[in-house]
């Protein structure tokens, strides 16, 4: 299903082949939590701006409208006309990070919802079933995403119940994929792997979920709140013992300047809220660096966003125009410029893989990593 086609130092250049469409890697997933990139883009939309891979939510889409829904409407694609592939996170960073009230223990968490306090319980059974009613290409494990800093004991307990859990969601995946009801027969399993901070704890725990052979592979529990060089310090412990023939995903993840240096160090897949939620404030990322289209020098300024930019906001509207937008609180300055952020990055993602593709990566990580991480006055 992965097929590796280059390699320039750690950086990999692969194909993906699901029952959605084969995904060109490395890759950006645009993140519609509850299958909507927030800005009101459409599925049309993602389409004109290169999407490959839209994200959703398990958590939130259990909550409302409720995956019971969607599995009588056909499924995700379906539900919001998308015939690309999608990939569903489990709902554990949710249930971890939104839930006020939880108690994990070894069959799962009980929790409260976030929307109306009612009491759930999810493990990674109830998870892979929520994830199979959606009938996504990708279903991620169900695992406990660990708060940062935690102690070496709690992080160490945590993450061989990951590996528990992981064994338990691959049997349930394994067992839905084979009823007769089921939308997606061929639904993928990626497993997470977890472990804090701590670099011996997280290469023993993806060598014990290496052993399953499962579709892909992630690393999960960053870009959390610590230090970029943190992260890259655990990628670079993991990245030898991940599988070199399945993908490798960083959840979560992140800056263009986190994507350019987690592809040198050999990451396949990405997503992040980042692009979407910038732009809805006016925080824009250009070939030149960061912009705030909010700023007084763009009162006149009749010039697009980025002029070696091809994005639906680019080409027809100037830097005044949509600055006036957010002014006037008018939606679309932030629609169109939620379409040029993800435009952008996946913009960014196609370089990447032309780069690789011509042997230049290295050229190309040198030149843009000096320049996208940084403010622009340009």
């Known amino acids: 299903m992965f097929k590796l086609l280059k390699t320039e130092g750690k950086a990999r250049r692969g ?12 890759v950006f997933m645009n993140v519609g939590t509850s299958a909507a990139v927030k800005g009101g883009i459409s599925t049309t939309d993602l389409k004109e701006i290169n999407c490959q891979v839209e994200l959703s939510n398990t958590y939130h889409l259990h909550i409302r409208p409720g995956d019971d829904l969607i599995y009588k409407l056909g499924g995700i694609h379906k539900f919001f006309n998308w015939d690309r592939p999608v990939l569903t996170d489990s709902g554990g960073f949710q249930v971890f990070s939104l839930a006020k009230l939880r108690k994990i223990t070894e069959e799962g968490v009980h929790f409260s919802s976030h929307m109306d306090g009612k009491r759930i319980f999810m493990g990674p059974e109830e998870s892979m079933r929520i994830q199979s009613h959606l009938a996504s290409t990708i279903a991620m494990a169900f695992d406990e995403c660990v708060e940062n800093p935690t102690t070496y004991k709690y992080a160490k307990m945590s993450s061989e119940r990951t590996v528990r859990w992981l064994y338990r969601c691959k049997a349930e995946m394994d067992r839905l994929n084979s009823l007769p009801g089921t939308i997606n027969k061929k639904q993928m399993l990626f497993g997470i792997n977890q472990g804090s901070t701590f670099a011996d704890l997280r290469v023993e725990n993806m060598k014990e979920i290496a052993k399953l052979d499962l579709d892909g592979y992630a690393i999960g529990g960053l870009a959390v709140g610590e230090e970029a060089s943190e992260m890259y310090r655990i990628i670079e412990a ?18 263009p300047l986190n994507i350019l240096e987690a592809v040198h160090r050999g990451v396949d897949f990405f997503d992040c809220v980042m692009p979407s939620r910038n732009a809805r404030h006016g925080n824009l ?23 070696n930019c091809n994005c639906p906001a680019c080409r027809d509207y100037s830097r005044a125009y949509i600055r006036h937008l957010f002014k006037a609180r008018e939606l679309l300055g932030m629609r169109l410029c939620v379409l040029h952020n993800l435009y952008f990055y996946n913009e960014l993602m196609q370089k990447i893989r032309d780069a690789l593709d011509e042997g230049r990566y290295e050229e190309f990580y040198e030149k843009y990593s000096k320049i996208l991480d940084k403010r622009t006055d340009n």
Not at 15 to 26: R, Y
């Open 15 to 26: 194909e993906f082949e699901t029952v959605h469409g084969t995904i060109q890697t490395p």
């Open 238 to 255: 993991v990245e030898p013992h991940m599988p070199v023939d399945k993908p490798r995903y960083l959840m979560g993840v992140g800056t």
């Open 285 to 307: 990322f250009t070939w030149h660096g960061k912009m705030n289209i909010n700023n007084e020098r763009f009162f006149e300024d009749s010039r697009p966003i980025d002029e």
